[in-house]
């Protein structure tokens, strides 16, 4: 299928409190907070180390709900496949610059990698040049600077203005995960209701354990969402059954799932949900009829009504 992009955005462009939704805040000024906003920024990393779950579907999807809601949404694409990047009609090639720069360039600050893709929607695109940029981290693995390097570039001075700062992890546990889970308040597990995925969650659990230990003492897992479920076979059943059973049994426990839950709806398997990325665009401006748009739609709502309590 010939991918069919959008126009390129422009860059720069980040939202400002003291201007309307319509109206694009002037060239390389980054925003203060919301005026008046009594609710915290959240920052939440989507990971799972297994890929083709849906990851970067719910990613996108659920950062452009988000946004239809009025919230200010800042997605981050750690990915070096740059697959959330091109979902949403950016071309990598094209690129001057991206998350690479920001992460291994002291000198590149956050609004020249920054591009306005829609209403409330701002994204920071990745290309495949990302893959080098764990290489390039290493030597301040030593003293821990590679791990806050995402964190620094973050600053709270600096995404002020967005309600919700969403990051694409690659289907890794290395150290472009770990500098999305040393930033971010939350953890969402995209996952499909499969043996091997709910095999799989434990070792990222632990992953997650362990930067909470390191470097995040605040970091907690938010849920999971249940990606291409159908509900009608005996094995999502099953498996499901199972998830909110390990859930249950965590309550009581000092672990960063804690208070994590499945979170609902489930994304049923729809098709309109794989070809809206080869167009460029969020379901939602693809198909906004489609089931897909329907659970990701219910999925912001959800997500946006929920308070993390930190199980610390």
């Known amino acids: 299928m010939t991918t069919q992009t959008a126009a390129h955005p422009t860059s720069v462009d980040l939202p400002d409190p003291a201007v309307t939704n319509d109206t694009p805040a002037p060239s390389g000024v980054l925003p203060a907070a919301r005026p008046g906003n009594a609710d915290p920024r959240r920052a939440i990393a989507f990971m799972n180390q297994k890929g083709g779950v849906g990851k970067t579907t719910t990613t996108v999807n659920l950062g452009a709900g988000l946004a239809r809601l009025g919230q200010r949404v800042l997605l981050i694409d750690l990915d070096p496949q740059a697959h959330l990047t091109l979902h949403l009609g950016i071309e990598p090639d094209d690129l001057d610059a991206s998350v690479y720069d920001l992460l291994t360039d002291d000198r590149t600050p956050l609004d020249d990698v920054t591009h306005k893709v829609g209403k409330n929607l701002w994204v920071v695109p990745a290309q495949v040049s990302l893959a080098g940029a764990e290489a390039e981290l290493a030597p301040k693995l030593i003293d821990g600077r590679a791990q806050r390097v995402l964190e620094h570039k973050l600053a709270d001075d600096k995404i002020a203005g967005f309600d919700y700062v969403m990051l694409d992890c690659p289907p890794s546990l290395g150290l472009l995960t770990v500098n999305a889970l040393t930033f971010a308040d939350e953890v969402v597990v995209p996952m499909q ?91 939602f401006d693809y198909a906004p009829s489609c089931a897909g748009a329907e659970d990701y739609e219910a999925l912001a709502r959800a997500l946006d009504a929920t308070r993390v309590t930190s199980a610390g």
């Not at 362990?210 to 076979?233: E, K, S, Y």
């Open 193 to 283: 209701s499969h043996f091997l995925s709910l095999q799989g969650l434990s070792k990222l659990l632990e992953t997650v354990q362990l930067i909470r230990g390191a470097f995040n003492p605040d970091l907690t897992v938010t849920g999971m969402v249940l990606c291409m479920h159908n509900a009608q076979t005996i094995l999502a059943t099953e498996v499901s059954a199972d998830l909110e059973a390990f859930l249950e049994s965590a309550r009581l426990a000092d672990v960063p799932w804690r208070d994590a839950r499945v979170l609902k709806p489930t994304v049923r398997r729809n098709i309109k949900l794989a070809e809206c990325p080869s167009f460029g665009q969020p379901i």
